[in-house]
């Protein structure tokens, strides 16, 4: 009976507590239109540590958001960040919290007194989760091989867009900029002005910004990615998370934003990749970034098919 008992323990922990072997680290900059939602899957010896910088708008999280992070395997994550109080960034987060675990949850610290963030801050007391506190500089070390670093979060007059959170990611040898939608010039002026937030990370962090991988700031719009910060981030590759959309007359993202990522050479992914201008196809354009083995991998990603 005794060995009956330690048989079924053993067949078990096989099936529930074993590790999962040869993981690969994964980045998905998940197709939700005009908007932010990245997955980050970080390999452990046992399992991964997941994390979730913003949800995209609340009307996609039904329909993308949410059926693309289930189709993950995901009950819990690990760290939740919210880049900053906008609909395209913070409205899926709602949901991500009615429907899994966030064991931490970082935001850019602005306070704020429209609806979607007061439903936020009802959401976060109902689930008695506190914002951890933190300051530009924090680090937070994920497993062995990872860490995130805070580089901006909200300064005392910092308008929205640019109190965002920028996290650099390091895994191995590798570095990404996730940049929120700081800004670094105003509309009219020539690309080698900076300003606002990009001055900041700039004149704060230098050396520091160079990454191979920029999510490009603020979906590709013609006030952010100016010269001074493009040089010193100095990508391989810039991915644009956008969905054609249209603000009075600025198309998000902006042409010359392209072409200047074009002009050096920089390899574009773009979430709205083959949407018909103006109008947003969400769903239909997944990046996936995979490191297995030392061997990198930037692609478009489709959940329904296996490459
Ligand atoms: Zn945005």
Redesign the pocket.
Known sequence: MKFKKIFVFYILFFFFCRPEKNLSFKIFFIDVGH??AILIKIPTNVRYLNILIDGGEEKYSDDILIPFLKKQRIDTFHYLFVTHN?S??LGGVLKVLDNFYVKNIITCQKKDSDKLYLRFLEKLNHLQLTPLKIKIGDSFLLGEKAKIKILNCYKKGDDENNSSLVLKLIYDTFNFLFTG?IEGKKRSESSSVCRYAEKFLVERFLKELKAKVLKVP??GSETSLTDTFLKLVSPEIAIITAGRKRFGEVILPDTTVILRLLRKNIKIFRTDNGDHNPQEAPGDDHILIEIKNNNFVCRYYSPYLIF
């Open positions: 908007g932010d906008h395209d960034h939608d603020h979906h």
